[in-house]
C-alpha cells in the first residue's frame, strides 16, 4: 500500500505535466488561429480587390499577395496620414483611425478597399466594399464575418448578392445589356452609397437611382436595412481620403 503522501506527491506531478501540456497545445493552438484569422481578412480585402482566385489558395500565397500588391495605409476623417497599427485597429467602434487598403501595379493606384461594419437583424457584419480608382464605381464587396440568420440575412455573403453591386444592367444604342459597377456618387459627384431594396431593382428607364440600388434578400429586411445603413455611414467616414484619391490620384 502507497502511503498518503505518495498519492498525493503523485497526483501533483501528473497535474503540473497535464496543467503545462495543456497551456503549450492551447498557446500553439491560438497562434494557428490567429493566423489563420489574418488570412481570413487579407483574403477578403484580396477579393473584394478582385484579384485571381488562383492566387488565394493557400494562407502563405494570400500573405504573399497582400504583401506585393497591397498598399495598406491608416488615415482620419480628414483625409490625413495617421500612425497606427492597422491590424489592431477596431473597424466596429474606432471612428478616428480609418484603414485604406490600396491595390498598387507600377505606383498606381488600381482599387481602393475600405472596411465596413454594422449591425445586421442577430449580429454585427463585417465586411470590405472596393471602389475603383475614380472612387465612385464599385470593384467587389465581401462579407466575412457574421452572425445572421442562415438562408435569410446570411445571404448577404454568398456570391450572387455581391455581384450585385458590380453588375448593373446597362442597355447599348444597339439593344444589348452591357454590364457596368453600382456607383455611390451620384451625378454631382456626392457620396450617396448604395440602397439594398426591398424585393428587386426596378430598372426601367423611369428609374434613374436604380446604378445606386442592388436586389433585397428575401425575409431578410431588417439585415438589408442594416446593410443599406452602415454602408453609408462608413463610405462618409472616408469621403475627404476618397476625393484626394479622385483628384490626386493618392492620398
Known amino acids: 500500500m502507497y502511503s498518503n503522501n505518495y498519492t498525493l506527491g503523485f497526483v ?9 501540456m495543456l497551456s503549450f497545445t492551447k498557446e500553439n493552438v491560438k497562434d494557428l488561429q490567429d493566423q489563420n484569422l ?11 480587390l478582385n484579384f485571381d482566385e488562383n492566387l488565394l489558395l493557400t494562407n ?6 497582400f504583401k506585393n500588391y497591397i498598399d495598406a495605409k491608416c488615415v482620419d476623417v480628414q483625409g490625413q496620414i495617421v500612425e497606427c497599427n492597422i491590424e489592431e485597429v477596431d473597424i466596429e467602434k474606432n471612428k478616428d483611425v480609418l484603414p485604406v487598403y ?13 472596411p465596413i461594419a454594422g449591425k445586421g437583424l442577430w449580429s454585427t457584419i463585417f465586411g470590405y466594399i472596393a471602389l475603383n480608382p475614380d472612387t465612385e464605381s464599385v470593384l467587389g464587396i465581401q462579407f466575412y464575418k457574421h452572425g445572421e440568420t ?15 453591386f458590380v453588375n448593373h444592367p446597362q442597355k447599348q444604342s444597339n439593344g444589348e445589356l452591357k454590364y457596368i459597377p ?12 448604395i440602397t439594398v431594396i426591398k424585393g428587386g431593382v426596378d430598372y426601367s428607364d ?4 436604380s446604378i445606386h440600388q442592388v436586389d433585397g434578400i428575401s425575409g431578410a ?9 452602415f454602408l453609408l455611414e462608413d463610405l462618409l467616414r472616408y469621403e475627404k481620403t476618397l476625393n484626394k484619391i479622385r483628384d490626386y490620384g493618392t492620398i
Not at 102 to 114: C, D, F, P
Not at 150 to 164: C, I, Q, S
Not at 221 to 229: H, M, N, P, Q
Open 38 to 48: 489574418k488570412a481570413d481578412v487579407q483574403k477578403t480585402i484580396l477579393r473584394s
Open 221 to 229: 429586411t431588417v439585415t438589408a436595412d442594416g446593410v443599406t445603413d
Open 102 to 114: 490600396m491595390r498598387v501595379s507600377n505606383e498606381k493606384i488600381e482599387g481602393i478597399a475600405l
Open 60 to 65: 502563405e500565397s494570400i500573405e504573399q499577395t
Open 150 to 164: 442562415p438562408g435569410l440575412g446570411g445571404e448577404v455573403e454568398k456570391k450572387w448578392f455581391t455581384d450585385n
Open 182 to 193: 453600382k456607383k455611390i456618387r451620384d451625378k454631382n459627384g456626392k457620396i450617396v452609397s
Open 206 to 209: 423611369s428609374n434613374n437611382a
Open 12 to 20: 501533483f506531478i501528473v497535474t503540473i505535466i497535464l496543467g503545462t
